[in-house]
């Protein structure tokens, strides 16, 4: 660029020898023309990342700096909000789509309007779109489901992870969306808590070899890696996100967003341990939990998130809060807005989740920094911190979606790996009233089995909260196998399958059935929605039970988020598979129930006798579990039925 502005002058000065008399006038122009065409490191992928960072926070006005740490929900997102505000990051909220049941092109079209809003504004910034892509591509219709975190601790298998990671990447990018809200790295010390399936394990070094999924996520480190440094390999990978930072499955009670009372050594010994391995593995992005530590709302922990994430580990992305996370600083939420937007931005939040309300949140910050309660620092620390992620991701070179990766979506190689996970993330807890006459592996060749329960034939029960709603939902709400139609496509063409979600005694016992599958568990349920102080299994779940299995010989498959009241019908059943959240692929399920693979998951959480014992954690005093943590009986795979 150098070298063509130095050309350009050569020409103008030779032209101008030519015509004295206009010497002013054309040297004049020629300088003018190379102003225009100025140099633009920020522009030029060959700099180095920090100078083309230097180099466009140089250039930017206050205004196109707080754009830039303001995220809006996709809905809000017109054309002229993007480029009057200098946006700098759109999400989807849970169950927000550009229409119902979205092709991955309706979902590139729309992000392709709004990068491209982005880019007309003065310095041509890319906006950075986020989702929470938490078991595969959930919000959207027709993506691969994979258990639930809960389901994947179960199979102690980090490889696994990582390869869910690289399948989750591609179909997130096949929307043309660059930037997933996962992993979540909570430690979960009390399954009363409504999100204790988006933890991997009670027991933190589970969950720290369960950060592999970044790896999977961002692409492998490279050799010549920056310690501490945002990742991301290429345009099939996706910026991942550390969540929530720190301390959000220790409250009290498992009261969702409640307060965490524990010491600074707890903290950092339980909680604290795989946010150390997220950033040795260049997690790009860390959220900020809604809940509290001692009484602090960690949207306000200067302490923890300036102090200690930022500066004493060494973390170098950015620092992204909940939804309406500043808002909660305050009780009753929205109290004081302009403390909230101080006392958050001053912890060290780099980008705000603020999907309704941006204008709101824009002035007051504006606000804020000209009146010097928030240097411009604090505001330049935040803006280097977003705009190096944005350049190490490639978002200035590709900011476009790619319509190539339009077909991976649910694509079959995704759906067989899927498949894998939740046959390895199934825990038998039960098999046989005598040890030495085992249920399980089923015969495929019976002559009239029973398949019963509220869970055996219903897709979205199967895949649980944050499943194409937020809340998740009923039926069949996106491509998938049932259990049931997985039991009938694996069972010898010779044998009669009888469904009934709810029989009675008289029905049960007048069929004269082999055996019985009894599919029972929870509803979906997301975060606070979650929250139970009971944990049972809803009717008819129990009474199914035990009607069925005081006639016939039966399995029951539990279907939940966690361990739930059992032992009341323990004694009636023959078998007991703990399912968890299994995702799309029920086929998996029937996979190990008739032996043509083994049973190998191990229980990742501490199943209770009765939920007056909770909390409940390995290693605690008084341990007395109905069955222990990594509890979980195996089986042969029988090569025969295969």
Same mark, same amino acid.
């Given at each position: 660029?150098?070298?063509?502005?130095?050309? +350009?002058?050569?020409?103008?000065?030779?032209?101008?020898?030519w015509r004295a008399p206009m010497l002013g006038i054309l040297f004049f122009l020629c300088w003018a023309a190379t102003i225009h065409a100025e140099y633009l490191k920020y522009k030029d992928p060959s700099q180095?990342?920090?100078?083309?960072?230097?180099?466009?926070?140089?250039?930017m006005t206050l205004a196109e700096k707080i754009g830039q740490m303001t995220q809006i929900e996709r809905e809000n997102a017109s054309d002229? &909000?993007?480029?009057?505000?200098? =946006?700098? $990051?759109?999400? $989807?909220?849970g169950g927000s789509v550009p229409a119902p049941r979205a092709s991955a092109k309706?979902?590139?079209?729309?992000?392709?309007?709004?990068?491209?809003?982005?880019?007309?504004?003065?310095?041509?910034?890319?906006?950075?779109?986020?989702?929470?892509?938490?078991?595969?591509?959930?919000?959207?219709?027709?993506?691969?489901?994979?258990?639930?975190? &809960?389901?994947?601790?179960?199979?102690?298998?980090?490889?696994? &992870?990582?390869?869910?990671?690289?399948?989750?990447?591609?179909?997130?990018?096949?929307?043309?969306?660059?930037?997933a809200f996962a992993p979540c790295i909570a430690v979960c010390r009390d399954p009363r808590w409504g999100?204790?399936?988006?933890?991997? +394990?009670?027991d933190h070094s589970i969950v720290q070899a369960m950060t592999q999924v970044i790896l999977g996520l961002q692409g492998d480190l490279p050799a010549n890696y920056t310690k501490n440094f945002p990742y991301v390999s290429g345009k099939n990978n996706v910026a991942a996100c550390a969540k929530h930072f720190v301390g959000d499955g220790g409250t009290q009670n498992g009261i969702n967003e409640n307060n965490t009372i524990i010491d600074l050594k707890g903290l950092l010994s339980i909680h604290m341990p795989a946010y150390y391995d997220a950033i040795a593995k260049g997690v790009s992005t860390v959220m900020v939990s809604y809940s509290s530590w001692n009484g602090v709302k960690m949207h306000a922990n200067r302490h923890l998130v300036n102090n200690f994430l930022k500066r004493k580990l060494g973390f170098?992305?950015?620092?992204? +809060?909940?939804?309406?996370? =500043?808002d909660r600083i305050t009780s009753p939420p929205d109290a004081n807005y302009t403390y909230s937007v101080q006392m958050s931005i001053n912890a060290g939040i780099d980008m705000v989740?603020?999907?309704?309300?941006?204008?709101?949140?824009?002035n007051t910050l504006t606000s804020l920094v000209k009146k010097k309660v928030i240097s411009m620092n604090r505001i330049d620390d935040a803006v280097r911190r977003i705009l190096r992620v944005k350049f190490v991701m490639g978002l200035f070179e590709n900011p476009l979606p790619d319509f190539s990766l339009a077909d991976q979506i649910g694509k079959e190689e995704h759906r067989e790996l899927a498949r894998e996970a939740v046959r390895k993330s199934l825990v038998l807890l039960k098999n046989g009233k005598d040890s030495h006459k085992p249920l399980l592996p089923l015969s495929k060749k019976a002559g009239k089995i029973l398949v019963a329960g509220s869970h055996a034939d219903n897709l979205g029960y199967q895949c649980g909260g944050w499943t194409i709603e937020w809340q998740? +939902?009923?039926?069949?709400?996106?491509?998938?196998?049932?259990?049931?139609?997985?039991?009938?496509?694996t069972v010898d063409p010779s044998t009669s399958v009888v469904f009934s979600e709810n029989p009675d005694a008289d029905f049960v016992k007048s069929n004269h059935f082999s055996y019985a599958i009894v599919v029972v568990g929870e509803p979906p349920y997301a975060e606070t929605a979650g929250d139970s102080l009971n944990l049972t299994i809803p009717e008819p779940g129990p009474t199914t039970i035990r009607t069925v299995c005081g006639v016939v010989k039966c399995v029951v498959v539990v279907v939940s988020g966690r361990p739930v009241v059992i032992e009341p019908y323990l004694s009636v059943m023959d078998a007991l598979v703990a399912a968890w959240l299994p995702g799309s692929e029920g086929q998996g399920v029937a996979d190990v129930l008739y032996g043509d693979y083994g049973f190998t998951g191990k229980l990742p959480r501490t199943w209770f006798k009765s939920v007056e014992q909770l909390p409940m954690n390995v290693g605690d005093k008084n341990y007395d579990p109905l069955f222990p943590f990594g509890y979980g009986l195996t089986t042969k795979p029988n090569l025969g039925h295969r």
């Open positions: 660029m150098f070298l063509e502005r130095i050309s +350009s002058l050569l020409i103008c000065l030779k032209m101008a020898t180095p990342v920090e100078v083309r960072v230097n180099d466009l926070l140089s250039r002229q &909000v993007l480029t009057d505000y200098f =946006i700098g $990051s759109i999400l $989807s909220g309706d979902w590139m079209n729309m992000i392709n309007q709004f990068q491209s809003a982005c880019l007309s504004t003065r310095l041509g910034i890319p906006m950075i779109y986020g989702i929470d892509a938490v078991h595969g591509h959930n919000n959207v219709y027709n993506a691969t489901i994979f258990p639930h975190n &809960v389901g994947l601790g179960a199979t102690r298998d980090p490889d696994l &992870v990582k390869r869910i990671g690289i399948a989750t990447a591609l179909e997130v990018r096949a929307t043309g969306i660059p930037y999100r204790c399936y988006e933890s991997y +394990s009670e170098q992305g950015f620092v992204i +809060s909940d939804w309406q996370g =500043i989740m603020v999907p309704f309300d941006y204008a709101g949140f824009i998740g +939902s009923s039926g069949r709400i996106t491509g998938g196998t049932t259990i049931l139609e997985a039991i009938r496509s």
